[in-house]
C-alpha cells in the first residue's frame, strides 16, 4: 500500500512540469508508443494571452455590432477581417512551438484548434507552417466546448487525439480526449479538471513558476 502510494505521489509530479523541453514532454506523453493527432488551443495555450487583445483598440469599434447580433463569434469574425492580425507579433510559448517542431518530425498530425476565428487562426497557421489542420470560429460557429470537441471527434474520433488546452471551455473537449494536457492551471482548476477527468490521464505545463 505504501508502494503504491508513493508510486501514484512520483505520478502527479512528473505529470506538473515547469517548462519541459521538447524530448522530455514528447516521453512523458508517451508518443513514442502512442502517436496520436496533437490539437492545440491557441490562446492561453499556445499563447500566453489572448489573440484578441492583438486588436485593441480597433476592437472596440465592433461593441455595436456584438451588441446587435448577440454574437461572440460574428464579433470576432469581424475584427480580425477588418484588423488583419500580425501573427509574427504574438506572444507564442517558445518550448510548444519547439515540442510541435519535433512532434512534426515524426509525422505526428498536428491541429491548431481555437475558438479564435480563422482568418486569426489560417494566419497564425500560414506562419508556423506545422499544422495539417486548422479548426477555428466561423461568423456563426463559435469554436468553443462541446463545438470543437464535436469537430475534433469528426475528424479523428472519441479518445483518438491529445488536447492541450487552458480554460473551463476546454472541459467539454479533454472529456472526449485520449489524455489532458493543461497550461498553467491553478490549484483549484487543477483538481477540477482531475475530477471531470477522472478516467484519463492528465499532465499539467506551467510557463510561470507557482
Sequence with gaps: MRFDFLKERMLQELRALYRPSPEELFKILDLGRVSLPICIDLDFTLLQSSSL???FPQAFFGLPKLLYTQSWAAFKWWVSMKYPINPETLPYRSFLI????LCKTQNIPLVLATGAS???AYAVGAYL???DHIISSTQTIHCVGSAKAK???DLYGENKFYYFGDSK???LVWKHAYSVVALDPSDAFSKRIKNFCA?????FLYDRVK
Design 98 to 101: 519547439d515540442f510541435l517542431k
Design 129 to 131: 507552417n506545422c499544422f
Design 169 to 171: 471551455k476546454d472541459l
Design 199 to 203: 478516467e484519463k490521464r492528465c499532465f
Design 118 to 120: 480563422y482568418p486569426t
Design 151 to 153: 469537430a475534433l471527434i
Design 53 to 55: 487583445y492583438f486588436f
